[in-house]
């Protein structure tokens, strides 16, 4: 399953997927952070049969430390955090996948890290402001619907029916989730970025590729083509599914993850 890796001040809840080989190693950061990296392994564990992936717990995630003071709960120790835990484990320079707010910690970790990385996934992400989503969302009729019934739901769906497009799979994807929900504040969380990301991916200037599900109803797919058209990026889109593409269509999601790292 896992191994809990002690950084020193902060210990890592970490699994590995798959055997290292002469490939750059996959290093996956997981969304939220209200919860632990658990939800993304149904996209990861197709990409392991040739891929050596290292998924973990963000601090205040899942098992790795908790009960933190909210300075602690920052995105600038996110960022630290995997760089000392790739140095921990002797990975090298690897190939980053941020997935959600995932992205936009990857998109940080290229701009302070930019000699750890080689390639860049950025999956159902954004590099623009929540309130750029807001047009979008606001006249989508069947985001509007769903919406009502996680409001009327008082939280107890987490946004299942929002984040994955076939809702007779809500309910699975529901208890990947699991009950907890991280010590992180949304309140108290500072900007994931300290530039502006589209300059970051450009100074980058190493390949990106954007994955998103068509229909996402957390960072509209009109926010991936406005990224894919400002920055030099490869784009793929995939059909009939959500937020939550890599569980929708794991196979699908995870050999254009494959395609890219093999270009």
Known sequence: MGELVDLGDVTLYVRELGRRSDRPSVV?????????????VPGFEPLARDHHVV????RG???SSRGLPVEELQPEYVVRDTSRLIERL????VDLVGFSTGGRAAMQFVDVHPEQVRRLVLASTSAYALKDASPYLADWPEYQRRQRVEDEANGALRNSTVFVWDLDRAPEFLRLLGPDQGDWSEEHTKEWTTR???QILRDFAHPILILHGEKDMG????LAHRLHQA???QLQLIPNTAHMCHFEQPQTWSNHI?????D
């Not at 998924?55 to 963000?58: A, C, E, G, N, T």
């Not at 002797?90 to 320079?93: A, D, N, Q, R």
């Open 28 to 40: 996956a950061l997981h969304g939220g952070p209200d919860v632990g990296h658990g939800y993304l």
């Open 55 to 58: 998924m973990f717990d963000f």
């Open 61 to 63: 995630c899942g098992r």
């Open 90 to 93: 002797g990975l090298g320079v």
């Open 196 to 198: 502006d990301p589209e």
């Open 219 to 222: 960072f509209p797919v009109q």
């Open 231 to 233: 920055v030099p990026t």
């Open 258 to 262: 494959r395609t890219f790292l093999g």
